[in-house]
């Protein structure tokens, strides 16, 4: 059985995929299944994966089955983790330890990371491979990597996420769908000329995913970077989403990384950027493109 924990803007593109491609249970564990989006295969369980008699029932509601479990609930706005360090980490670090030592029948888990594990790269120097260092420069990318040492003293894979975008399946809304509103409506966005990321959409992220869950247990590293192969500024970014929407360039203006970063709680990297090579060979791909 698919457990996705957490069924979220990534959560839910996944779920559109293993539903299509695949023939076992999905479950779908939720704080709120009414916000879900009810794919017909999928079977919602309410969750809150902080609260331990949920996640009892959870295991209960799981028992019995073998397990491929996506584990992506988390409270990750950096500005707010930053103010709120204390209920990120019962998120973030409590609940996880609690679920991998509560759920039962686990064969692979595949924990959300992200690149901000990793901290910054120095101007001009290679893209982040799973054997370097990690740094984290904010509290996010802290919390995250004290989370991938439960995960791999679990012996799990932790998949570390570069910035992923795209429309929204649910009724909240990315991001995203705020851009393609205003620029669909003929107004300008203003987006930063940096912050530059190995950026993927939502939904190649959700079917690299499942295509990794397919690799054997055995063969599977305990970190994956999971990323695109390009370098997207989120002006590049901006500029993507006009064209997506057919608006014109012109709309998507450039603002000074330095402008913006004085609006921010917690720091950003100004570049950061990943190397999937694993990935690639684990899957046996020769390319990621953005595809947004
Ligand atoms: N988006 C990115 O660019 C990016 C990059 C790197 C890594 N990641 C990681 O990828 C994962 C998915 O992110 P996303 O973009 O899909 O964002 P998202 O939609 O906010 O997904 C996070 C999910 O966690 C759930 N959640 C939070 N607290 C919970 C709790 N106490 N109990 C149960 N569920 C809880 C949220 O549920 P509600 O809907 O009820 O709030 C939401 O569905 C996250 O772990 C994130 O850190 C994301």
């Known amino acids: 059985m698919y457990l996705v924990v957490?069924?979220?803007?990534?959560?839910?593109?996944?779920?559109?995929?293993?539903s299509a491609h695949t023939r076992?249970?999905?479950?779908?564990?939720?704080?709120?299944?009414?916000?879900?989006?009810?794919?017909?295969?999928?079977?919602?369980?309410?969750?809150?994966?902080?609260?331990?008699?949920?996640?009892?029932?959870?295991?209960?509601?799981?028992?019995?089955?073998?397990?491929t479990v996506f584990y992506f609930a988390a409270l990750h706005n950096v500005d707010y983790l930053f103010e709120h360090g204390d209920?990120?980490?019962?998120?973030?670090?409590?609940?996880?330890?609690?679920?991998?030592?509560?759920?039962?029948?686990?064969?692979?888990?595949?924990?959300?990371?992200?690149?901000?594990?990793?901290?910054?790269?120095?101007?001009?120097?290679?893209?982040?491979?799973?054997?370097?260092?990690?740094?984290?420069?904010?509290?996010y990318g802290e919390q995250k990597l004290e989370a991938e040492s439960i995960v791999r003293a679990h012996s799990y894979t932790a998949v570390r996420f570069s910035y992923m975008m795209g429309p929204s399946l649910l009724e909240k809304r990315?991001?995203?769908?705020?851009?393609?509103?205003?620029?669909?409506?003929?107004?300008?966005?203003?987006?930063?000329?940096?912050m530059v990321r190995s950026a993927l959409s939502y939904e190649t992220a959700a079917s690299l995913l499942a295509r990794l869950s397919d690799v054997p247990a055995a063969l599977l590293p305990d970190t994956v970077n999971l990323c695109s192969d390009g370098e997207y500024s989120k002006y590049d970014l901006g500029l993507r989403i006009a064209a997506a929407c057919g608006a014109p360039e012109t709309l998507v203006r450039s603002l000074p990384e330095a402008e913006a970063a004085a609006f921010f709680r917690d720091r950003r990297a100004s570049r950061l950027v990943m190397d999937n090579l694993r990935l690639k060979n684990l899957l046996h791909i020769a390319r990621i493109p953005l595809e947004v």
């Open 24 to 67: 076992e249970r999905i479950a779908a564990a939720v704080r709120d299944p009414a916000a879900a989006k009810p794919y017909p295969r999928a079977e919602y369980v309410r969750c809150n994966i902080t609260n331990p008699a949920d996640v009892k029932s959870l295991a209960s509601y799981c028992a019995g089955e073998p397990l």
């Open 174 to 194: 990315h991001f995203y769908d705020r851009l393609a509103e205003k620029l669909t409506a003929g107004q300008p966005v203003e987006m930063i000329d940096g």
């Open 6 to 18: 957490g069924a979220g803007f990534l959560g839910t593109y996944l779920i559109k995929y293993l």
């Open 87 to 139: 209920e990120g980490r019962k998120v973030n670090i409590d609940a996880l330890s609690h679920f991998l030592d509560t759920v039962p029948g686990i064969e692979k888990f595949f924990f959300a990371s992200t690149d901000c594990v990793y901290g910054e790269n120095a101007p001009g120097s290679p893209k982040f491979k799973e054997t370097d260092l990690c740094r984290p420069i904010n509290l």
